[in-house]
């Protein structure tokens, strides 16, 4: 039998690696308690101290966060046996104000939905009006009337809407911050996968965006740069190399690509491997 022959290798000694990131994955763990300690796994400090406009969204999102859930806990008024509890504290209308500010449900109405009290002085900033609250079911069948407004109607409820619009604006920022988060995710992993001969760890791979130059127009896209194992652990650049990535967002996810220098294995080692499989593919099938 002659001897099988080895195919050329590829011209340019280079790895190619790929990866995906769910987004929705990325701002869920934001939203979580381990948001910070996500960001500097993945992030070096040069990477973060570049995105902290980006990444500040993220602190401010969790204050809004705790101070509504906060103000929700204050707001919220217990149940006794005939009604709402008298011992409440709250400032929305706690049962310490005058008797003709309150107005407790009769047993007829006890069973259906919520009671809330209203506060005639009007609403106060970033707060519910209070009004009362109950099932279409309990309307039908009571006889005994709830507070009412006016001109008869039921009380309307007040929002602070500039505190709204302030959530929705962190939403959205939050939304951002997992968008560039999972970019810079899913370009690390792919960074790994195109290095196989070294263990690389997120801190080994650092991306950054080059100062905008006055000839260039539009966005500058990042550099990414693969760190030495010394490099990495003492923040230096000797022996680093670039990697060339490309990173796009399609969806609910991000996708990012590798390509990085092979300086380990040559092209003919890779033929030969090659070779010597494909030799011994049908002989072993044959067995």
Not at 7 to 26: E, H, M, V, W, Y
Not at 76 to 93: A, V, Y
């Amino acid at each position: 039998m002659p001897p099988m022959k080895t195919p050329k290798a590829f011209p340019l000694a280079l790895n190619i690696g790929t990866d995906i990131c769910s987004i929705s994955r990325i701002r869920k763990i934001l939203s979580g308690r381990h948001a910070q300690a996500f960001v500097r796994k993945i992030l070096r400090k040069e990477e973060r101290a570049q995105a902290a406009g980006i990444l500040g969204a993220v602190e401010e999102w969790h204050k809004l966060n705790s101070a509504r859930k906060k103000k929700a806990d204050q707001h919220t008024l217990p149940f006794g046996e005939n009604g709402i509890s008298k011992t409440s504290n709250s400032h929305m209308g706690a049962l310490g104000t005058p008797a003709k500010n309150t107005w407790e449900p009769s047993n007829g109405h006890r069973n259906y939905g919520i009671h809330v009290l209203e506060q005639h002085q009007g609403p106060v900033a970033g707060t519910w009006h209070h009004t009362s609250k109950y099932s279409a079911l309990d309307k039908e069948d009571s006889t005994d009337d709830g507070p009412e407004g006016e001109d008869g109607s039921e009380p309307e409820m007040y929002v602070d809407t500039r505190q709204e619009t302030e959530a929705q604006d962190l939403d959205t920022a939050l939304q951002r911050c997992a968008q560039f988060l999972a970019g810079r995710f899913a370009a690390k992993e792919a960074a790994m996968k195109a290095h196989h001969s070294r263990r690389l760890t997120y801190h080994s791979v650092c991306i950054l965006k080059s100062p905008a130059k006055e000839s260039e127009t539009g966005s500058t896209p990042p550099l990414a740069v693969v760190l030495s194992e010394q490099g990495a652990r003492y923040d230096d650049l000797e022996d680093a190399k670039e990697v060339k990535i490309s990173i796009s967002h399609d969806g609910g996810f991000a996708v990012a690509n590798c390509l990085a220098a092979n300086d380990v294995a040559s092209g003919v080692e890779r033929m030969d491997g090659f070779a010597e499989a494909f030799r011994f593919g049908p002989a072993m099938q044959k067995e």
